[in-house]
């Protein structure tokens, strides 16, 4: 049984950084790719950041670049998101997912590609 659990969400201020981490198990980690969504309040989910089952290619929406860094630990079977410089309209709940092997090019367009989802942590950043 596959259970993908995330955490280190809460309430920062503007400004501030945060460090999400999601654990999957009942997988072989090392041959998923791996990816953030967020669902800010009252809006769909969109994709946020994806890595590599290597780790070696990494994607980001516009919105982050620069500003969050995705990693992941293969030997601790966990995914991580750097969130720095965080703003106000990066409140959301964030989810991690899982996909066998690779990102694809339409990773953050079609959620269907992705075989595994966590239940989310909140992340709220206040003004």
């Known amino acids: 049984q596959v259970q993908v659990v995330e955490s280190g969400g809460g309430l920062v201020q503007a400004g501030g950084s945060l460090r999400l981490s999601c654990t999957a198990s009942g997988l072989t980690f090392d041959d998923y790719a791996m990816s953030w969504f967020r669902q800010p309040p009252g809006k769909e989910r969109e994709g946020v950041s994806c890595i590599s089952w290597s780790g070696d290619s990494t994607f980001y929406a516009d919105s982050v670049k620069g500003r969050f860094t995705i990693s992941r630990d293969n030997a601790k079977n966990t995914l991580y998101l750097q969130m720095n410089s965080l703003k106000p309209e990066d409140t959301a709940m964030y989810y991690c997912?899982?996909?066998?092997?690779?990102?694809?090019?339409?990773?953050?367009?079609?959620?269907?590609?992705?075989?595994?989802w966590g239940q989310g942590t909140q992340v709220t950043v206040s003004s």
């Open positions: 997912a899982a996909r066998y092997n690779f990102c694809t090019t339409a990773w953050r367009q079609d959620e269907s590609l992705w075989a595994y």
